[in-house]
Every structure is written in structure tokens, then in C-alpha cells.
């Protein structure tokens, strides 16, 4: 009389036989032959890579448009200075931002910080100017931020901050950012800053009504089109 088969044993036949180790190995070094190494992430790269940009569309400028009179004479006044140099570390804060948020292990928190204040400076100070315009009753002058001009410096700063964030995100494309919606704010702020950064040197205006009223609006309007677009972008 026949014994039922314990379920618990395998079925005789050849897949349950094991591999001969000579074919098994065979195969795992096929496979590792197959393999083609990665070049690591690093952080200083992405840094790099968006600093660089800077400084090609900075470059670009001054062919284009030219620098400021003051710029070249080497003498710059105090609000020319206090602008470039506020867009210029805010933009840098926050492309480090960018980047330590896309490797893992990495925290961007401090460098985030470090940029939206910077940035915050720019509604403060339209805030500064407001108040001083009520307690003297004087009214705020807006007579700079005319049409023409703003929508100059929209234009040129947008496509700097083109030229910047496309660098920025090859360079994500090849990391693993975690917040993609977080990664596509502070890419577009990152770049904004630095894109108008380098239409700062070229920018005529000498009111600090203008430099608080649209540089943070073309700033905004840069990461507003960056959260849009980078999420998709690098995700695909």
C-alpha cells in the first residue's frame, strides 16, 4: 500500500536539485561582469555645478547689458551692495539647501534657515518703508517700479533662474531627493536668487522701493514655476 507524501518534502525532479557550484558560480561572475560602475554623488558637485551656472549668466549680462557705472568705477553705493550680496548668500543658502536635501543622510534645515532669512529681508524692508511712509504721511514712492521696469527685471532675472535651475536639477536627476514638492521650492528659490543676483549688477534703479518690491516678486514667481515643473521633471 502506497504512504501519502509528506507535504513538507520537496517534489523529486530537476528543480529540486541545487545548482552545482561550479554553474553557480559561473553565473555570479557573469553578472558582475555585467555591472558597470556609478560614479558617487558628492555634494561639493551640485554646488559646483549651480555656482557655475551663477556665473555664466552673470557673464551673460555684462556681454548683453553691461554692469552698472558704479560696478566698473569700483565704487558701488551701499544699497547696490547690501542687494547683490543678500541675493547672492540667499541663493548660495539655498542651493545648499538643494543639495543636502537630495543626499541621504544629509539634514538641510540649517541652510533653508539661513536662506529664508536672508530673503525675509526684503519684505522687512518693505515693511520698514511702509512704516516710515505712514508716520510721516508722506506716502510710499513707488515712482521706479514702473511697468517697463519691472517687467525687465522679471525677464531677465526668470531667465537666469532658467539657466541655473536646469543645472541644479541635471544634477538632482542623479540623486535622491526625498520631499520632491520641498526640492522644487527651493530649487526655484535657489535660482531666482541667483538669477537676480546677476541682473542686480546690471539693474539701474537706485530706490529701495524697487529692490523690495520686485526682486522678491520675480524671486517668488521663480519658485512658484519651479514647484511646477521640478517635481515632474525629476521624477520622470
Not at 542687494?83 to 543626499?103: H, K, N, P, Q, Y
Amino acid at each position: 500500500m502506497l504512504k501519502p507524501r509528506d507535504p513538507r518534502t520537496p517534489p523529486a525532479g530537476p528543480l529540486s536539485d541545487p545548482l552545482p557550484e561550479s554553474h553557480a558560480g559561473s553565473l555570479i561572475d557573469q553578472m558582475v561582469a555585467d555591472l558597470t560602475p556609478v560614479d558617487p554623488l558628492r555634494l561639493v558637485d551640485g554646488v559646483i555645478a549651480g555656482l557655475a551656472a551663477t556665473a555664466l549668466v552673470v557673464g551673460a549680462v555684462a556681454l548683453l547689458f553691461g554692469w552698472r557705472d558704479d560696478l566698473l568705477a569700483g565704487q558701488p553705493s551701499l544699497l547696490v551692495v547690501a542687494r547683490s550680496g543678500i541675493l547672492l548668500l540667499a541663493g548660495a543658502a539655498l542651493l545648499m539647501a538643494v543639495v543636502l536635501g537630495a543626499l541621504p543622510g544629509r539634514d538641510d534645515r540649517a541652510a533653508r534657515r539661513a536662506g529664508t532669512l536672508l530673503l525675509g529681508l526684503f519684505p522687512l524692508g518693505l515693511a520698514v518703508l511702509t512704516g516710515q511712509a505712514v508716520i510721516s504721511r508722506t506716502g510710499l514712492s513707488y515712482a521706479e517700479v514702473g511697468a517697463l521696469s519691472a517687467a525687465r527685471c522679471f525677464v531677465i532675472s526668470l531667465c537666469c533662474a532658467l539657466v541655473v535651475a536646469g543645472a541644479v536639477v541635471a544634477w538632482l536627476r542623479r540623486a535622491a531627493p526625498t520631499d520632491l514638492a520641498r526640492a522644487g521650492w527651493l530649487t526655484g528659490a535657489a535660482a531666482g536668487a541667483l538669477g537676480t543676483f546677476a541682473y542686480s549688477l546690471f539693474c539701474p534703479s537706485n530706490s529701495l522701493a524697487f529692490a523690495v518690491t520686485v526682486y522678491p516678486a520675480a524671486i517668488l514667481l521663480a519658485a512658484l514655476l519651479s514647484r511646477l515643473v521640478v517635481p515632474q521633471v525629476v521624477r520622470w
